[in-house]
């Protein structure tokens, strides 16, 4: 680190200068995930006591809307490695949460399903996630919230991928 830029981080340290993010808060990408770490560090706190982090309570989401996915359908869908995704799901099956079963189609792939009790888990957190966000979207009314939604789904993948 350069002279200067170590004398910026000990006035801040210090408490002596305030900092300016002035050059970055035109950028989407910078306010998204000031956004994100926002909203994700009160969230952990709200599914945390439930026994969720945010991809379990993700997973157990996804298996309510898709009952019976195979595992590797699921992984794409939220854009996550199977391996990483099998870990999730022994997570989630070792709690008794989730369900896997041989796909009657293909015997080789695995049909995932949640047991009552996860099913009962994700409508408890669901309510309780839906809670937070309308903490954090408050000021917000239905037509910008609609808004927001609809131009962060326009942004989620890639030009030319969807």
């Not at 080789?108 to 996860?118: C, K, V």
């Not at 669901?126 to 942004?155: M, N, P, T, W």
């Amino acid at each position: 680190m350069g002279k200067s830029a170590q004398v910026l981080v000990n006035i801040h340290r210090e408490g002596g200068a305030s900092v300016s993010d002035a050059a970055l808060s035109n950028l989407i990408g910078y306010n998204l995930k000031r956004s994100f770490n926002g909203i994700y560090i009160d969230l952990a706190e709200v599914l945390r006591p439930l026994g969720l982090r945010m991809i379990t309570f993700t997973i157990l989401t996804m298996l309510k809307e898709n009952p019976g996915i195979r595992l590797s359908n699921l992984a794409a869908a939220i854009d996550m490695e199977k391996p990483n995704m099998v870990a999730v799901i022994d997570e989630l099956a070792s709690r008794a949460w989730v369900t896997r079963s041989a796909d009657p189609y293909d015997r080789r792939a695995r049909q995932l399903h949640l047991t009552e009790t996860g099913a009962a888990l994700q409508g408890f957190a669901y309510a309780e996630v839906c809670d937070h966000e309308e903490s954090f979207l408050q000021h917000l009314d239905g037509d910008e919230r609609a808004q927001l939604i609809a131009l962060l789904s326009k942004i989620r993948q890639p030009a030319g991928k969807g």
